[in-house]
């Protein structure tokens, strides 16, 4: 098989191949708690172990939130470099849910620690912040570019927090929320797919998505309050086919049974394909 040469070539694949759904790996103590297990580094080895098993070789996307494994030290970071790897060996795309924004040789930093081969932290995407100005993700749209990877830009997020800040008008007009996308889709206009953006489905977001380009990585399914049934009126404008709706807490409930937690990811995504078809 020829490899991909771009993301979207690798999203198309995948989501094809196991359909439209971002599982979310998020190992907070109240989780380990209800499968029974110690909030301590072996708790979080346990349900990181019981994840790779049962949601990496069913979702097409999972999605480790880094703060959740970054809270136990140099040892949840190397739970996390196995989550990567093993969901990765398993077929699935793995996006770093890392937020990472800075400028200059720091922003280029954590470009090598998420999407360098030569870091035990690689994955296929990462999610990053544009909020320091949009150029300031240069270094890492362009070695994400090279390496068919991706970026998931915050553009209009699913915590109500976001509203004053993500719908303000910017000085050319429009929102600043839209000024991201826009520019996302000019990065996208060479037909990689490279640059995504987060757009909650909790809400209506307002945003004109039509000439994006790219994935939209749609957080707060289930335990958020959005349903699969909303995404069609949400999302109503945009190529359906670009649109990940991710959902987390509502999978990892099912848990610990590694068969069950494969289950509700099938169920899951069978929904939103029902809903989007």
């Known amino acids: 098989m020829t490899p991909a040469s771009s993301f979207a070539e690798r999203y198309r694949e995948a989501v094809a191949q196991r359909g439209r759904l971002c599982a979310g790996i998020d190992p907070h103590a109240a989780l380990l ?38 809270q136990f030290g140099s040892a949840g970071f190397a739970v996390l470099e196995d989550v990567i790897a093993g969901c990765r060996a398993a077929g699935a795309l793995v996006v770093a849910d890392a937020k990472r924004g800075d400028i200059g040789t720091t922003m280029a930093a954590y470009t090598t ?8 932290l690689c994955s296929d995407a990462v ?22 990877r991706g970026v998931f830009a915050l553009a209009r997020t699913s915590n109500p927090d976001g509203g004053e800040l993500q719908t303000a008008g910017t000085a050319g007009g429009g929102t600043v929320a839209q ?3 826009d520019a996302a889709a000019a990065a996208n206009a060479d037909g990689t797919g490279t640059v995504g953006v987060v757009v909650g489905a909790t809400r209506e977001h307002g945003l004109d998505l039509s000439a994006l380009r790219g994935p939209i990585l749609s957080p707060g399914l289930g335990a958020q309050g959005a349903t699969a049934a909303d995404l069609a009126r949400i999302f109503d404008g945009a190529d359906a086919s670009w649109l990940l709706p991710a959902a987390s807490r509502s999978i990892l409930g099912s848990g610990p049974d590694v068969a069950a ?7 899951a995504r069978d929904e939103i394909e029902a809903a989007l078809a």
């Open 113 to 120: 620690a998420w999407l360098d081969d030569g870091s035990p």
């Open 127 to 148: 999610t990053v912040s544009p909020y320091p100005g949009f150029g300031s993700l240069d270094p890492t749209v362009a070695v994400a570019r090279a390496t068919a």
């Open 179 to 181: 000024s991201i996308v």
């Open 33 to 70: 708690t209800a499968w029974g297990l110690p909030v301590d580094i072996d708790g979080l080895r346990s349900f990181a172990d019981a994840c790779v098993a049962g949601i990496g070789p069913v979702a097409a996307v999972v999605k480790p939130q880094v703060a959740f494994f970054e």
């Open 261 to 267: 937690l494969s289950a509700a990811v099938s169920a």
